[in-house]
Structures are given as structure tokens and as C-alpha cells.
């Protein structure tokens, strides 16, 4: 009888003890939840052909890696999002989209539409300014011995959204010594400095003067450096 009793009092602290761990065996603590998914369509940084606007695509809050589809005007692409969850598109079509992953489906956000020019054919940036300064001081002693540089900075402003081209001549020439474009993105007026380094040629030992002129054709306007000469150093 005592030795019945005895059993039945050290079992008590076993059972007491079993309870205490069940809860926790039965119910590990959850790992933090992950953000909601999220696709939205946005303007671009970049004007698209003909100053109209260009659209970007992006998704965020998947899981780091999921594997995703994209649906939406002329899209069916298969893709895996980033460690970070994220998946940027750049230059898609405006319109509706959708994103189908494991979680289910959802649709994109779409902004409304930006106004374009109606095809027109005219940029919606308008150039204001074009400006040449002269960087290389005009007199300056060189050694005529090695090439000779001189450097002048082209500026352009304008005000609204796209891409403007411009061309460089030197001197009394019409042939372009380089040409580019230049992207305004911000919608409000904006500059442009554009760097330009010319070589000079010497004539009977001494440097000839010239000068650079800028060109931007859609707004039908240049703009011409100052003279630059530089003198050549005494042969010793």
C-alpha cells in the first residue's frame, strides 16, 4: 500500500511537467509575416519615341524568389521576382495588368493615361536656352611640342518632358564633330551640360584661333563659343 502511494506521488510531477511543455511543442512561434503583394504601373524616368510618355511596371512584397506571370497588353511573361521580393519592367505598353503566383492573382494599379501631342509629331519639351562658355582661357602659354586641347561647355535648358538632339561644329566648318541627345524627365525647366574638347592646330608655331558653335535643330537654335588662341611656348 505505501509502496503504491509512493509510485503515484513521483508520476505527479511528471504529468505536471508534461502539461507545461505541451503547449509549447504544439505550437512553435510563428515567423514574421510577409508584405502584401503589390504591382503598379508608373511613368518612366525616360520620355518615350516622339516625347509621348513611357511606362515601367513594378512589383514588390512577394516572396524573395517566387516564380510570377505577367499578364497585360501583348505580355504573358514568366519571371521570378528578386531576393528582395521585387521586379522592376521597364518600357512596357500603357493598359491593364495582372501578376499570377502562388498566393493567387492580382491586378496592377494603372494610372491615368498622361496626354501626349496627339501625334503631332512635336516634342513636348520646349528648349529655352542654349548656351557655349569657353573654359580654356583665350592667351594661355602651351608647349606646342605636344597636343594642344581646348574645352568649352555647352548648356541647354528647357521645360516639359523628352529627348532633344544637338550636334557640335568647329570653327567655319559645317562638318559635326559630335552629336547626342540629351533627356529632360523632370517636367519642370531643367539643364543640361554637355562638355566638349577640341584639339588646335598650330600654324607657322603658332596656335590658330577658333571656336566651337552648338547646334539643338528642333528648336532651331546655336550658339557660338568665344575665340580661344592659345600662344606657343619658345623653343628652347
Known sequence: MNRH????????PLLA????????????????????????????????????????LRLSGFAPGQSVT?????????????????????????????VSSKGGRIGCA????????????????????VEVLTLTK???VVDCTKPVKAAFD????????GDVRYFWTFASSN???????????LGTTQSHSLLKVVELVSSNGN???????LHVPSANMTERSEDVSLTCAPQQ
Request: with cysteine.
Open 5 to 12: 502511494r509512493h509510485l503515484t506521488l513521483l508520476a505527479a
Open 17 to 56: 511537467s508534461s502539461v507545461v511543455l505541451a503547449p509549447a511543442l504544439a505550437a512553435p512561434a510563428a515567423s514574421a509575416a510577409l508584405p502584401a503583394a503589390f504591382c503598379e504601373l508608373v511613368p518612366g524616368a525616360s520620355g518615350g519615341q516622339g516625347g509621348e510618355t513611357s511606362y515601367d
Open 70 to 98: 505577367i499578364d497585360g497588353p501583348r505580355t504573358n511573361l514568366r519571371t521570378r521576382v528578386d531576393d528582395q521580393g521585387s521586379f522592376d519592367k521597364q518600357d512596357v505598353r500603357y493598359g491593364k495588368y495582372s
Open 110 to 129: 494603372t494610372p491615368p493615361r498622361e496626354k501626349h501631342d496627339g501625334g503631332s509629331g512635336k516634342q513636348k519639351v520646349q528648349v529655352t536656352k
Open 138 to 140: 583665350s592667351g594661355t
Open 154 to 161: 555647352g548648356k541647354i535648358t528647357a521645360v516639359g518632358k
Open 175 to 185: 562638318d559635326r564633330i559630335g552629336e547626342g541627345t540629351v533627356t529632360f524627365a
Open 207 to 213: 596656335l590658330v584661333t577658333t571656336f566651337v558653335t
